[in-house]
């Protein structure tokens, strides 16, 4: 069954690029499952455009656990 919803979060982030970004919320949901911090890290991974890019999640004070997330085109 298709779902759909949107969100909108505070971050900080250093570029004038505007970004809208879509994600599956069960990847999203379960990569912030795993990982056992209250805060993490998004980082985008290299490439051209910021809104085709993968995002790397890791918790805001340790890099052990790193889960990468494809977006979803919107």
Excluded: Q, W
Excluded at 22 to 33: I, P, T
Excluded at 42 to 55: E, K, N, Q, T, V
């Amino acid at each position: 069954e298709n779902e759909e919803g949107s969100d909108e979060i505070a971050i900080i982030y250093n570029s004038a690029e505007k970004v809208e970004m879509g994600f599956s919320v069960k990847y999203l949901v379960d990569a912030l499952a795993a990982i056992d911090s209250d805060r993490v890290r998004l980082r985008f991974c290299p490439g051209d455009l910021a809104s085709s890019r993968a995002i790397l999640i890791v918790p805001e004070h340790d890099e052990t656990s790193k889960h990468i997330i494809m977006p979803m085109c919107l």
